[in-house]
């Protein structure tokens, strides 16, 4: 199985950044995408940001131009890299990851664990 390790989270100021990292590990697979998603309490997990291997990139309106996704294809890892941070954007952070371990296998999402990120003066 595809494990993803997240980091990166923490308390900010408004106005601050933050950028968050996910590693996926594990035995030999391919990735076709990396993304990262958010959540707070009583909410349904919102999309933030996704990346597929192709090079496409995909933003929520509410973080364009503040957030930029991007990927370490060797190193099997996305980052979110969050500028001009919001009250609004404190929440739950969880990185996924579409992945399949061998051509036979049906592509699948893996979740991470999610790292908090508040943003709070």
């Known amino acids: 199985q595809v494990q993803l390790v997240e980091s990166g989270g923490g308390l900010v100021q408004p106005g601050g950044s933050l950028r968050l990292s996910c590693a996926a590990s594990?035995?030999?697979?391919?990735?076709?995408?990396m993304g990262w998603y958010r959540q707070v309490p009583g909410k349904e997990r919102e999309l933030v940001a996704t990346?597929?291997?192709?090079?496409?990139?995909n933003y929520a309106d509410s973080v364009k131009g503040r957030f930029t996704i991007s990927r370490d294809t060797a190193k099997k890892t996305v980052y979110l890299q969050m500028n001009s941070l919001k009250r609004e954007d404190t929440a739950v952070y969880y990185c996924?990851?579409?992945?399949?371990?061998?051509?036979?296998?049906?592509?699948?999402?893996?979740w991470g664990q999610g790292t908090q990120v508040t943003v709070s003066s």
């Open positions: 990346s597929s291997t192709s090079g496409n990139t």
């Open positions: 996924n990851v579409e992945a399949r371990p061998t051509v036979l296998s049906n592509w699948r999402g893996y």
């Open positions: 594990g035995s030999s697979f391919n990735i076709r995408a």
